[in-house]
Nanobody, 120 residues
Framework: VQLQASGGGLVQAGGSLRLACAAS????????MGWYRQAPGKQRELVAA???????NYADSVKGRFTISRDSDKNTIYLQMNSLKPEDTAVYYC???????????????WGKGTQVTVSS
């Protein structure tokens, strides 16, 4: 399985960006997909996640500003980021947790990061 992320870039504070992450390849079931971010000198942290049943979870720092959604037919998730702040600047990584097709074992995949930079 490969995860292809897109949509990062440079935006001014208060602006918006939309990230997308498309999963391709064979997988039996997707249980959870989400976005993590890592700022320079900091640990990677969960931003938002969405389950196969479309339940969502957000970091407190982004609640009310970010919205995660999914298109199950396309195995794609989106992160709509509004009211961006300089502290949102980070590399954003897509993550997928699911079950392999071959033996139904649990598996996790990471995409290459996409840079989000918010200028003040």
């Amino acid at each position: 399985v490969q995860l292809q992320a897109s949509g990062g870039g440079l935006v001014q504070a208060g602006g918006s960006l939309r990230l997308a992450c498309a999963a391709s390849g064979s997988i039996f079931r997707i249980d959870l997909m989400g976005w993590y971010r890592q700022a320079p000198g900091k640990q990677r942290e969960l931003v938002a996640a969405i389950t196969g049943g479309s339940s969502t979870n957000y970091a407190d720092s982004v609640k009310g500003r970010f919205t995660i959604s999914r298109d199950s037919d396309k195995n794609t998730i989106y992160l709509q980021m509004n009211s961006l702040k300089p502290e949102d600047t980070a590399v954003y990584y897509c993550n997928l947790n699911g079950r392999r097709s071959v033996d139904r074992s649990a598996v996790a995949y990471w995409g290459k990061g996409t840079q989000v930079t918010v200028s003040s």
